[in-house]
């Protein structure tokens, strides 16, 4: 089946460094959805992405839908002590609508 | 705006319990709605959809079931709880033409004892 691989799986940063992750598949998407989870929380939708070679930003996080569709990148610059949390990406191909995710990228930032 | 609830937030239920997990939706119709499952290791398990009222595809074989009784309600279920069914349980819902992006309820965690 479909697999989604998600780097790095964890980050211990200090504040102010700019941050980035990214995720692969073995298969074709035409969807990228990036998530933010926090402790005991639901997952919160930060950027989607719909079309091949599309760059987003919502305010310090930028995502990109890689050109071969096989891959995403999420880039928080000036990273600040409330971005700590769990990031998930996801992809979505045409069979039936279902997320495929990965297993997430823990972000740990230092004051 | 939509909006997504989950009921209750926090279980802790005996070994071979019965269990009954909510999920409803406001201010959508005909939503997609995905019950998963996330366990300590973070990645989220997909377990059920349905595409409207009365149709549950399963995702995997397991010790649970899911219904949806109502539009905008979406049920999860076990007759008798194991150990390894301990974990946070999130609803989500989409648009359902096309299945657009989901948005997540605020989850329930459930210990089993």
């Not at chain 1, 071969?68 to 996801?90: E, H, M």
């Amino acid at each position: 089946g479909q697999q989604l691989n998600q780097s790095p799986q964890s980050m211990f940063i200090q504040e102010g460094e700019d941050v980035s992750m990214n995720c692969t598949s073995s298969s074709i998407f035409n969807t990228w959805l990036w998530y933010k989870q926090d402790p005991g929380e639901g997952p919160v939708l930060l950027i989607a992405l719909y079309k091949a070679g599309e760059l987003t930003s919502n305010g310090r996080l930028t995502a990109q839908f890689g050109i071969t569709r096989k891959d995403s990148f999420l880039n928080i610059s000036a990273s600040i002590p409330s971005d700590v949390g769990i990031y998930f990406c996801a992809g979505r191909n045409n069979q039936g609508g279902k997320l495929i995710f990965g297993q997430g990228t823990e972000l740990s930032v230092k004051p | 705006s939509q909006t997504i609830h989950q009921w209750p937030a926090t279980l802790v239920q005996p070994v071979g319990s019965p269990l009954s997990l909510e999920c409803t939706v406001e201010g959508t119709s005909n939503p997609n709605l995905y019950w998963y499952r996330q366990a300590a290791g973070r990645g989220l398990q997909l377990l059920f959809y349905s595409v409207g009222i009365g149709q549950i595809s399963s995702e995997v074989p397991q010790n649970l079931s899911a219904s949806r009784p109502q539009d905008r309600q979406f049920i999860l279920s076990s007759k008798k709880l194991l150990l390894s069914d301990s974990g946070f349980y999130l609803c989500a819902w989409s648009s359902s033409h096309p299945a657009g992006t989901q948005y997540f309820g605020p989850g329930t965690r459930l210990t089993v004892l």
